[in-house]
């Protein structure tokens, strides 16, 4: 093993730390906790985990935060696919003024926006419902899948488009036949971006929600602040907060990287 | 080439109608409630731009904003340097190459406030791993929710665990872009080291870290949801940086007018700073 390798393994293990002692925190009693510190749990329990499994608020959580994050990437992807087209392809008026305009709604913080979007969602009747939360989470994911999908169509050539005119395919035809197909990766990060973005984002979540579409992180602040000090129980929700994202790393690994190397600047 | 078409614009027309519902009306409720004072009931008064006046000459504005630019300089020059060295040093081919991409984009997928809480409970002073460690083992005060610079220290430390991964992902991107016949003319040249660094990886890295500079400047000068769980702002006020206060102002206090000025300006000062950034990287292009 080469010496430099060292600097990456110090880093993941830097990683690993604090993930490791929520992990092991969730398999202690809280009586354990509290009573002093140990590096592996004494008395092992499963206890935490069958609480968060066999009681509705806590695992309705997860559904909820499941259902919008699919949602939202849902949207996002659909909307943007033509857009993105549309900027990699051709030139109209505005075009530059838009991409930019598009951008800076990533730049917006959600603290400014939590107030007028409680009271906008509401007014449509939107609030605490899943739909709601995923349209307001496209206004960070939209542009974000526009900028990357749009790099990834710039590296179709437009012969491909022409060819497939000249054969007679109509064009939503050629779009879902030919021209998806060969943006595959792209689709697969950008959805991977807004999954992401959608899972870890809180504020706007939680402002929009109430009980119904309520988050499983915001569930998790609340009980742990009513229901005393329980770390063992709040250890073990945020261990099941690491899985989704784990999983769904480990199917774009390939393509992470590549994604943003190939996006517009 | 691209070809002049008009009609783009209706592919566009969704994403145009999704982000105008979301941004313009919003912002515009924003604009709306700066110019105005509340005393509840709904009543509006029109107050002019004396909350902005306000806002400009109040010494609580500006060490929240001290505080925020202060966090987000220190995110930079950490991160950006530790990211580039993580991504030179990793291995370019191989079974480790997965495994690496994999752990080290684990924090980034762990929903915030779970990240808070993750570090509130590892740094906890005695029945925390890092807050037993210092504390016992190295014999160190450590108290976070005592000691101001524990709490910054803290808030830093726990921000280059989150994002450096970031930095580390684009870099790496952009140096394995970089075709091995440029290695191979440098080491014929007998490039040294750094000037195989500075003319070859640099330039092919630029694209990907103006990207990574510039996504990590909005989100950690936007950044609000760990530092809150995790400090609350406090010790005192000293972590509390512009989101935190502006979030206490707005939902907090729920005085609207104040909070609406405040985030104008502040998003103001996001869009002016990411397009000064953004045109300074791309001079040379």
Redesign the interface.
């Known amino acids: 093993m080469k010496k430099?390798?060292f600097?990456?393994l110090i880093?993941?293990l830097?990683?690993?730390?604090?993930?490791?002692?929520?992990v092991t925190?969730s398999f202690k009693t809280t009586g354990e906790?509290?009573s002093?510190?140990s590096?592996f749990p004494q008395d092992f329990t499963l206890q935490n985990y069958r609480v968060i499994f066999t009681d509705p608020t806590w695992y309705w959580g997860y559904i909820n935060s499941i259902s919008y994050v699919t949602l939202n990437s849902a949207?996002s992807i659909?909307?943007?696919l033509?857009?993105a087209?549309?900027?990699s392809?051709?030139?109209?008026?505005g075009?530059k003024q838009?991409f930019f305009?598009?951008l800076?709604?990533?730049?917006?913080?959600?603290?400014?926006?939590?107030?007028?979007?409680f009271?906008?969602y509401s007014a449509v009747g939107l609030f605490d419902t899943h739909l709601g939360v995923a349209?307001?989470h496209?206004?960070f994911n939209?542009?974000l899948a526009?900028w990357i999908l749009e790099g990834f169509m710039r590296g179709v050539p437009k012969e491909l488009d022409e060819t497939a005119y000249v054969d007679g395919y109509s064009f939503p035809r050629f779009f879902v036949k030919i021209f998806l197909p060969n943006i595959k990766a792209g689709v697969g990060v950008a959805a991977f971006f807004c999954f992401?973005f959608s899972?870890?984002?809180?504020?706007l979540a939680k402002?929009l929600t109430a009980v119904e579409a309520k988050?499983?992180?915001?569930i998790?602040?609340k009980t742990?602040s009513s229901a005393g000090y329980e770390?063992g129980l709040?250890?073990a929700a945020?261990t099941l907060?690491?899985i989704?994202?784990?999983i769904?790393?480990?199917f774009v690994?390939?393509y992470?990287?590549?994604g943003?190397?190939m996006?517009r600047? | 080439m691209k070809t002049q078409n008009q009609k783009a614009w209706f592919f566009v027309l969704p994403v145009l109608l999704l982000v105008a519902f979301n941004a313009l009306i919003p912002i515009m409720t924003v604009v709306n409630y700066s110019v105005q004072e509340t005393f509840g009931n709904n009543l509006f008064f029109w107050e002019g731009l004396g909350w902005f006046e306000k806002l400009l000459h109040s010494d609580r504005f500006y060490s929240a904003l001290g505080r925020q630019f202060f966090f987000t300089g220190m995110i930079l020059a950490i991160e950006v340097p530790l990211g580039i060295i993580i991504a030179l040093s990793m291995p370019k081919q191989g079974f480790w190459v997965p495994v690496c991409l994999v752990t080290m984009a684990l924090p980034m997928l762990i929903p915030w406030n779970v990240v808070g809480a993750m570090w509130n409970i590892f740094t906890l002073p005695d029945i925390g791993l890092l807050g037993y460690f210092l504390n016992h083992v190295l014999g160190v005060s450590y108290d976070m929710t005592q000691d101001p610079t524990a709490a910054w220290a803290t808030i830093i430390i726990m921000d280059v665990w989150h994002w450096t991964s970031l930095v580390v992902l684009l870099s790496y991107a952009g140096l394995v872009s970089i075709p091995d016949a440029y290695y191979q003319a440098a080491k014929i040249d007998g490039a040294s080291n750094w000037a195989v660094f500075r003319f070859i990886q640099i330039p092919k890295m630029k694209n990907v870290l103006t990207i990574a500079i510039l996504l990590r400047f909005m989100d950690s000068f936007n950044i609000y949801t760990e530092p809150f769980v995790l400090t609350g702002g406090g010790p005192g006020n000293s972590t509390t940086l512009l989101s935190i206060d502006l979030v206490k102002i707005a939902l907090g206090q729920f005085d609207l007018g104040p909070a609406a000025a405040m985030s104008l300006i502040y998003f103001a000062i996001t869009l002016l700073v990411s397009w000064v950034f953004y045109t300074l990287m791309m001079k040379d292009d």
């Open positions: 430099r390798y600097i990456p880093y993941i830097f990683l690993m730390l604090p993930i490791y002692w929520l925190m906790i509290l002093g510190f590096l949207i659909a909307v943007a033509p857009a087209y549309a900027f392809r051709y030139r109209f008026l075009d838009l305009w598009l800076t709604n990533r730049m917006a913080p959600a603290a400014v926006f939590a107030l007028p979007f009271q906008l349209l307001a496209t206004l939209v542009p526009v992401m899972w870890v984002e809180l504020l402002t988050p499983i992180a915001a998790m602040t742990a770390l709040l250890a945020g907060t690491i989704p994202g784990a769904v790393i480990y690994r390939n992470i990287a590549k943003f190397a996006g600047v």
